[in-house]
């Protein structure tokens, strides 16, 4: 496109509609940008700097403040807003010291007109965008709330183009660091017409950027990728380096957020490059970026160091976010060291000042960190009065990701504590699945597994939400079959030779194998996605036991708690005790006759029994009337079970109950002999005649 030379009164008179058109900016023929050129025409010096991207946001200043001082004497306030506007901005892409931000925040308020005094949508637009830069300074600065109201009703009504992607931007800025990420996807996902095409590149940048920052809080970890592989290109295209350390550090974020140490080093080499030109104090993003990495790398005490050195550097700075975000990461390194007594004060540290500038999700993030710490410091109920206030900010706000480092295991071990509480579980299940978060606690059957498998009573198999047909037919059946079959080998790895013996027993090895692997196959397929939770290694099938729950398994853990309950509290044995019962629908594969299912049937029924026994000899001193309620149960589901009969009618007889007692024993000979015509056992006879309990009607 050919230049037009253009004259500072023609420029003074064009600007407004300047503003709206940067597609027509480089056909202006400007002098090269200086402040001598921007004292004596501050058009020509504004247009200019505006223009050169490449310039730099502290070689911009120069010149815009330049131009702020000649449009000053002229007495043109339109200029003097703009040239503001474009300085405050530039703090955005500089990582510097913020301070100088106040004098000129202040001089901005100071030549603001009333909200109607405004000569055109696109310079009231403009003006507003710099609130990007405010945003760094002081969060809590009153002109941010004014503009984000008024903003969100002018970006609606302005025509689609440069000044209203700008005015966009700033608008996603403010929501993402107040945690308002329903309001942000409000603007990125559903306001039509916002495209980059024909914005200036350092402002397409700029907007890929919030682009990448709204993905990463929203856990769209792919398209946080593309935006910032795009701004790249974009930058590398332009010669606009000073944007590259921002973009490295938002696909840093973004690699941290999905736990991939290897795509965060290599965003971290990106950011070295641009440190080796600049001070100690504008290294504060890359010391807090590497602290994330040596924390995902189990680092925990070079994690403490880089943090407190991100801290120290951020107070030079300034601004009180970056402040909130790295006490958060220190707070974050010291739990993972095992330093909660030190972790708790940082983290309340980064709470209040959180709460002071409205910083919601770096507020929900504290109050986690804070209900972790006290979990660790063994204060339960005091964590549980804290994590119900975090989840339900979570919940109202949808926060599907947290400040400072996404710690997987500190969120598993938090969402362990919910939902065993029931606290916000729906909510705790979304976090769970978005982020496909292991249990290691096969007892806790409300988890969000990804499968869950049912095998006493009536055999079920639901997959997420959805109950897995078993079809008609032995072939139909066959897949669930392999299912039943690792339930009945106790739901550890089961060899394949054993699984084929059971369910092919007539058929050829060849045959066997053959048959095996087609119905793997069909299992994977009726499992989709989650066909990776079932792991074939060196001849052995198993269950991935982060995603997979199942009854067996949850029994075999029960069993190996109740088996060292020594010193156990009665509520956790009552609670045990409930479990328990509650796992015991009825028969191992209540129907299936085949003899390794029938094996397996008398084998749960016997571990059932003798697990009942154990736990109830732990209750009977600290609350008989509890051990009775649990043999009564027991009973209810296993009437032929002797031994229980013979403890309850000893506790019954202990507390002279000798009617109890009678009605036990009465009990169990009637469902003896309904069974068959089953007598009871010489031991039960024998207990019987002790306690004075009728035994002639069943000695025969």
Known sequence: MPSTAVTESEL??????????????????????SPALASASPWQGYWSARRAGPLGARASREVLAAALTAFGRRGERNGELLALAAIIEGYYVEEGALDPLDDWIAMLVARLPDDDGWPAPELEATVMACGIGIILRDQSHPLLARWAARGTELVRRMAPGACRLKLATFLVQYHLWRGEFTRTALIVDALPGLDVAGLPPGEALVWLESIAAHARFTAQFERGRAAVDAGLALASAH????????????????????????????????????????????????WHFHAGLALLRGDAPRAIELARAALANSAEIGGAYRQALHRLSLGQALLQAGRHDEALPQVDAAA?????ISAGIVEFTA???????????????????????????????????????????????????????????????????????????????????????????????????????????????????????????????????????WLWPDAEA?????????????????????????????????????????????????????GSAHGASLETLQHWGRQLLELMRGPFLAGEDADWAVAARERYRQRFVVTVAQLAAHIEPLA????????????????????????????????????EALRAWRSSCAMLAADSGLRPARESLTLAAELGLPVAAVAH
């Open 12 to 33: 003074a008179a064009a600007s407004l509609g300047l503003l709206a058109r940067p597609a027509s900016w480089p056909a202006l023929a400007l002098p090269a940008p």
């Open 239 to 286: 010669g606009l380096a000073q944007h590259d350390y921002a973009l490295h550090a938002h696909g840093a974020a973004l690699a941290l957020a999905q736990c991939d140490a290897a795509a965060a080093e290599h965003y971290l080499d990106g950011m070295r490059p641009v440190l080796d030109r600049a001070s100690q104090v504008d290294q504060t993003h890359y």
């Open 352 to 356: 209040r000042i959180a709460e002071g």
């Open 367 to 501: 109050r986690l960190l804070r209900a972790a710490c006290l979990v660790e410091a063994g204060q339960a109920p005091a964590a549980h009065r804290c994590l119900r206030v975090a989840l339900a900010q979570g919940a109202r706000h949808d926060y599907r990701a947290t400040a400072g480092w996404w710690q997987a295991d500190v969120v598993g071990r938090l969402a362990h504590e919910a939902i065993a509480h029931g606290i916000e579980t729906a909510y705790v299940a979304r976090l769970v699945r978005t982020h496909a978060l292991p249990c290691r606690d096969p007892t806790l059957q409300h988890w969000p597994w990804v499968l869950r498998l049912h095998a006493f009573g009536r055999f079920e198999a639901v997959l997420g939400d959805t109950r897995l047909a078993s079809g008609s037919g032995r072939t139909a059946q066959r897949p669930l079959d392999l299912l039943r079959a690792l339930l009945a080998h106790g739901g550890s790895a089961l060899p394949v030779v054993k699984a084929m013996q």
């Open 510 to 562: 060849a045959a066997q194998r053959n048959a095996f692997d087609v119905v793997l196959l069909r299992l994977r397929r009726l499992l989709g996605d989650s066909g990776s939770a079932l792991h074939l290694e060196g001849g052995r099938l198993s269950l991935d036991e982060g995603s997979v729950w199942s009854d067996v398994g949850a029994l075999h853990a029960l069993m190996q708690r109740i």
């Open 624 to 659: 008989p009337s509890a051990a009775i309620a649990l043999y009564d149960r027991a009973l209810d589901l296993e009437p032929l079970a002797e031994s229980l009969t013979r403890r309850l009618m000893r506790l019954h007889a202990a507390r002279g109950d000798h009617a």
